[in-house]
């Protein structure tokens, strides 16, 4: 497990402190500012379980989807399935297994670049209809609550402690890596390190 700290807000909102978005190691280019909770409360990054898919802001979502697809070998796109707007033809992809489609890497960055929280396929894509897969991110229009909201699909096959005591938020790797899964996982753990 890896951990980061964690904010808990009067409402029971969670946040961390993402100071960067990569795609196959190169940065998004980002205003900083959004990444950071204003003294107003908008901004940051919040983990919520409830939301299904990660939301961007607008400039946060058009600068990370232009260096998603530039990252992509495969260029064509088909017509997006709503909520999504970056959508392909899933024959054009291989699917190794375990991680899902073959596609760039995405990486939330905390604090410096010693710590990082990777998403492959299976976490960044979704199939939404035979045929399709779309990056399963969404655009949040501008002046969201939280710049970006971190969904229940990006959390799956991982698991995710939230250690209040300590304010601190644990994740691991993709459980795909281990040839498990959440259902088989045993749990039994008592303590953090």
């Not at 909520?83 to 596609?103: D, E, K, L």
């Not at 259902?183 to 390190?193: D, E, G, L």
């Amino acid at each position: 497990m890896r951990y980061t700290p964690l904010s808990i807000t009067r409402q029971g909102e969670y946040f961390v402190q993402v100071t960067q978005i990569l795609v196959e190691q190169k940065a998004a280019p980002l205003d900083t500012s959004l990444l950071r909770r204003s003294q107003s409360g908008f901004g940051g990054t919040m983990i919520s379980t409830t939301t299904p898919y990660t939301v961007l802001e607008h400039s946060i979502y058009q600068a990370f989807t232009r260096l998603f697809t530039s990252q992509l070998s495969v260029k064509q796109q088909v017509r997006p399935v709503a909520p999504f707007s970056v959508c392909y033809n899933s024959r054009n992809f291989s699917y190794p297994h375990p991680i899902g489609p073959a596609v760039p890497r995405i990486d939330l960055v905390f604090g410096n670049r010693n710590l990082v929280w990777s998403f492959f396929g299976a976490n960044s894509m979704v199939q939404p209809c035979p045929g399709v897969i779309c990056l399963a991110f969404v655009d949040g229009g501008s002046r969201p609550p939280a710049s970006i909201v971190i969904g229940a699909h990006q959390l799956q096959e991982q698991i995710i402690q939230f250690d209040l005591a300590r304010s601190m938020l644990g994740f691991s790797p993709s459980l795909s890596f281990s040839n498990t899964n959440c259902a088989n996982f045993n749990s039994n753990f008592t303590r953090t390190p």
